[in-house]
T-cell receptor, first 119, second 111 residues
């Protein structure tokens, strides 16, 4: 079974619709992240959460919101989708306590991605 | 904010050739990470580097943490078709808890 799962895997929607992308993890990690990937632009951080009560904006948070319902769940919402939000969205997790040799160093584990198309 | 310049943007090589790619930054990072993304999947960690000057290998892959802490290099020796994918570098500042990613190097290997 996958450690980081994302639903749905593919979604086509229309401009103005509200969309929620969900992420669940069984790794027991405290940190979760949402990224957006556009062709040739790498991964851009949308929001990240260090625990249930700690949520932070990333580089491109405008037009998005998140909810950390539990340590294992982190959802991303587009309140009113627009065509330039068409992209591949990835959820990722990391564990502050065990990752890396340097203090605070954290390898991230990614989900399989959600391909979102806004028409 | 911090930016990473990753080059080359894409590479088309023959099976068996060696590959080199690099990442440079205008600011210092304390950790460098290299990920590989295969089609239809999320990125997967290949190598993590935690100390300036560190050289670390993972099979045919070797990565180095630059002495200035502003760059990192990834080499793949004797490439094979399954090396195809997008390779990302990522830099981290200690205790920041998040990464800055490069734009990726797309590798194509011709049999």
């Amino acid at each position: 079974d996958a450690d980081v799962t994302q639903t749905p895997r593919n979604r086509i929607t229309k401009t103005g619709k509200r969309i929620m992308l969900e992420c669940s993890q069984t790794k027991g990690h405290d940190r979760m992240y949402w990224y957006r990937q556009d062709p040739g632009l790498g991964l851009q951080l949308i929001y990240y959460s260090f625990d249930v009560k700690d949520i932070n904006k990333g580089e491109i948070s405008d037009g998005y919101s998140v909810s950390r319902q539990a340590q294992a769940k982190f959802s991303l919402s587009l309140e009113s989708a627009i065509p330039n939000q068409t992209a591949l969205y990835f959820c990722a997790t990391s564990d502050r306590k065990t990752s890396g040799r340097a203090l605070g160093g954290n390898e991230q584990f990614f989900g399989p991605g959600t391909r979102l198309t806004v028409l | 904010g911090q930016q990473l310049n990753q080059s080359p943007q894409s590479m088309f090589i023959q099976e068996g050739e060696d590959v080199s790619m690099n990442c440079t930054s205008s600011s210092i990072f304390n950790t460098w990470l290299w990920y590989k993304q295969e089609p239809g999947e999320g990125p997967v960690l290949l190598i993590a580097l935690y100390k300036a000057g560190e050289l670390t290998s993972n099979g045919r892959l070797t990565a180095q943490f630059g002495i200035t802490r502003k760059d990192s290099f990834l080499n793949i020796s004797a490439s094979i078709p399954s090396d195809v994918g997008i390779y990302f570098c990522a830099g981290q500042i200690t205790n920041a808890g998040k990464s800055t990613f490069g734009d990726g190097t797309t590798l194509t290997v011709k049999p």
